[in-house]
């Protein structure tokens, strides 16, 4: 009964952020027909419209979810004699629960997109997918394959999102104040203003190997999703395990 009140009382937590969101995200699709009605004014013969990357909003928006899922529930949980074990198998399936339906309304978007589709006015719309992997030379995707792997691709990308955010938060909630500004500072310091600075004097060989590690780990010259499927995997399963290893002595802080 705990068990599942707790998954009840994890999930609940996000149903109004997820609301406004898929709010916001179908009145931007909404507004597309409006874009391609006035098209004729705005693209000339050898111009083109394109809708891409819409299933990126729901990784960030998933992404800020896991940043802010632990505090509250943590305390809430300790309070009505829930384990960290318990909180943290719940939280599991919360985050797969919130994956699964963001990326059937991800799909949802998909299908309108391809609906409101016009050749004749050059307005098309891409899936995430169908960047990453289908790019110049690369066979179309048919539609079932495009639905099918997409389901997948995404899953497992908004299950990563929520697995990197809720490693964050509950990494900064055992920290004190001193150790949060030093360890923000020093991210910033190093990824904004050291990192490129070297990689400027080397002549880019750090930018260089990041981009060909990222190329390899997601299989994107390969044109193979599922090998960015399996990385994505790999990734969520690294950060789920250090969310366990950092809550399993985590107390409790005003």
């Not at 705005?42 to 909003?57: C, F, K």
């Not at 997918?129 to 908004?158: C, D, H, K, R």
């Not at 055992?174 to 500072?185: C, G, H, L, P």
């Not at 399996?230 to 399993?248: K, N, P, Q």
Request: with cysteine; proline share 3%; glycine share 6%.
């Amino acid at each position: 009964m705990k068990l599942h009140a707790i998954y009840k009382y994890q999930l609940a937590d996000h149903r109004n952020a997820v609301l406004i969101f898929s709010a916001i995200m179908l009145a931007v699709m909404a507004l597309v027909p409006m874009q391609i009605s006035f098209s004729s004014d705005i693209l000339t013969t050898n111009q083109s419209g394109q809708i891409a990357g819409l299933d990126i909003a729901p990784a960030v928006f998933l992404f800020v979810c896991g940043l802010n899922a632990f505090k509250e529930n943590f305390l809430f949980a300790l309070q009505n004699g829930i384990s960290r074990k318990s909180l943290f198998v719940n939280r599991l399936f919360v985050t797969v629960t919130l994956a699964v339906m963001m990326t059937l309304f991800s799909l949802l978007l998909l299908t309108l997109g391809k609906l409101i589709e016009s050749p004749a006015s050059g307005i098309a719309y891409s899936s995430l997918l169908s960047m990453i992997y289908q790019s110049t030379g690369a066979a179309p995707f048919s539609i079932p394959f495009e639905y099918l792997i997409s389901f997948l691709f995404l899953t497992v990308l908004f299950i990563a999102a929520q697995a990197l955010g809720y490693l964050i938060t509950v990494a900064f909630y055992r920290m004190d104040k001193k150790q949060k500004i030093s360890y923000i500072v020093g991210f910033y310091i190093i990824v904004f203003v050291v990192l490129p600075l070297i990689d400027m004097f080397i002549s880019g060989q750090i930018s260089t190997f990041l981009l060909k590690f990222l190329d390899m780990v997601m299989g994107i010259s390969a044109h193979n999703p599922f090998i960015g499927v399996f990385s994505l995997l790999i990734f969520s399963i690294i950060a789920t395990g250090l969310t366990w290893i950092l809550i399993r002595k985590i107390g409790i802080k005003n």
